[in-house]
């Protein structure tokens, strides 16, 4: 049985940083990509950011140079280090999983979703 689960996340002021976690089991963890997505209230979900199972990552250019992505295989788990957190960075954020080589961008490359966690950036 495949979960993802994600933690972190909660409210921070314009600046400041937060970092989320994301825990998937049930997929042979070295060759899954995983990947974020956020979606705000009446928007469409949208890519955050993810990496492959060689460590490569990718990001949208919204957040580029502000949030990293990490991986550790020993842990089965990836991060999402976000950095000068903005207001338009608030909503709920989902961890996705895909067994595959590289990081897609679109949320129905994703078979396999986390729970959603909020982040709020207040200005």
């Known amino acids: 049985q495949v979960q993802v689960v994600q933690s972190g996340g909660g409210l921070v002021q314009a600046g400041g940083s937060l970092r989320l976690s994301c825990a998937a089991s049930?997929?042979?963890?070295?060759?899954?990509?995983l990947a974020w997505f956020r979606q705000a209230p009446g928007q469409e979900r949208e890519f955050v950011g993810g990496?492959?199972?060689?460590?490569?990552?990718r990001y949208a250019d919204s957040v580029k140079g502000r949030f990293t992505s990490s991986r550790d295989n020993a842990k089965n788990t990836v991060y999402l280090q976000m950095n000068s957190l903005k207001p338009e960075d608030t909503a709920v954020y989902y961890c996705?999983?895909?067994?595959?080589?590289?990081?897609?961008?679109?949320?129905?490359?994703?078979?396999?979703w986390g729970q959603g966690t909020q982040v709020t950036v207040s200005s």
């Open positions: 996705a999983a895909r067994v595959g080589l590289f990081v897609q961008n679109s949320p129905s490359d994703y078979l396999y």
């Open positions: 049930g997929l042979p963890f070295t060759s899954t990509t």
């Open positions: 990496i492959g199972r060689t460590g490569t990552s």
